[in-house]
């Protein structure tokens, strides 16, 4: 599912507010990050995550694969920080981001 410009563009609003909720260091996507990454995608839809390598390329190779680990959609990259999108079956009205942050 390819998201559009403008649908970026709202997610990006949303997730600026975003604190970072999972954070990858350099041992990688380990079976407790995706556990916890799984979860907060099912819980929030829409979350922050902090990858703390250093190297440019190290950082997009361990986003790319938490990306597709999770199943979850890219929406943005900057420096540390990046936006993923993973829409639930059945949001959850109080902690879907998507939900809450609709008309922020």
Known sequence: MALSSAQKKDLKRIGHHLKPIVIISEQGVSEGVL??????????????IRVT????????ALIADACKQS???LV???????ILLRRAKKPNDN???LKRYKDF
Do not use: P
Not at 35 to 48: F, G, M, Q, V, Y
Not at 53 to 60: C, H, L, N, T, Y
């Open 76 to 82: 943005q990259v900057i420096g540390k920080m990046a």
């Open 35 to 48: 556990t916890e990454l799984d979860r907060a995608l099912n819980d929030h839809e829409l979350i922050k």
């Open 95 to 97: 902690l879907s981001n």
């Open 53 to 60: 390598v250093s190297d440019r390329e190290a950082k997009q």
């Open 71 to 73: 199943g979850a959609e």
